[in-house]
């Protein structure tokens, strides 16, 4: 059984200062998303990963991928407030070719960013 | 383009009652899926259409829960009778067949069995 887990699973930082959140997985997989929520808020997409060494940016978030390590980050550069959200990331098993995307997520990690 | 629609936004009901929630996805979109996500949880997936057909219903509770997506469009999700670990927001989502086949999310269904 495929288990995926992130951490930290709550992280409160300041504006400015940088963080890493760790998406660890237990299984193969060369597919993996970055989803973040709002509070009452469905997920909004943020990256997809698919292969090995991705890495993506958008504003202050970049996302990699290290399936070797069965590890992907999201690092956040010079936190500010609008960032405060859940963040999950979701390792994909299906066979998309034929069935589509088959989604495993973790805990979330809850980030409050402070003035 | 429109995104994944889903109705009610909210229910309430008792322990014991029938509900039924509603999903019409990304217009285009073949394959179909609904996830539970309950308070302080990531999405768990509980059943995969593709078109009219399911490909995944493996962690479906199938003595109290059951969906169908007739005519491969649209697709709803029935919960009968509910218990109180039901509570939980009802995710729709859609993806279309491309090479990453990113889902799509819903705004969800908060259901609360009181």
């Known amino acids: 059984e495929l288990k995926v887990e992130q951490n930290p699973l709550f992280l409160s930082m300041q504006e400015g200062k940088n963080y890493t959140i760790y998406c660890n997985y237990s299984t193969t997989s060369d597919r993996l998303y970055w989803y973040r929520q709002d509070p009452g808020k469905s997920l909004e997409s943020l990256f997809v990963l698919l292969s090995n060494g991705a890495v993506k940016q958008e504003g202050r978030l970049m996302a990699s991928l290290d399936t070797k390590a069965r590890l992907s980050t999201l690092h956040i550069t010079a936190a500010v407030h609008d960032l405060s959200a859940t963040y999950f990331c979701a390792v994909d098993m299906g066979f998309f070719r034929t069935s589509g995307s088959r989604l495993t997520f973790g805990e979330g990690t809850q980030l409050t960013v402070n003035p | 383009e429109a995104g994944v629609a889903q109705s009610p936004r909210y229910k309430i009901i008792e322990k014991r009652q029938s509900v039924a929630f509603w999903c019409n996805p990304i217009?285009?979109?073949?394959?179909l899926y609904w996830y539970q996500q309950i308070l302080g949880q990531g999405p768990k997936l509980l059943i995969q259409f593709q078109n009219n057909g399911v490909v995944d219903d493996s962690q479906l509770p199938k003595d109290r829960f059951s969906a169908e997506r007739l005519k491969g469009v649209d697709s709803t999700l029935k919960i009968q009778p509910a218990k109180l670990e039901d509570s939980a927001v009802y995710l729709c989502?859609?993806?279309?067949?491309?090479?990453?086949?990113?889902?799509?999310f819903g705004p969800g269904t908060r259901l609360t069995v009181l």
């Open positions: 217009s285009g979109h073949a394959t």
């Open positions: 989502a859609s993806s279309f067949f491309q090479i990453y086949n990113e889902q799509f």
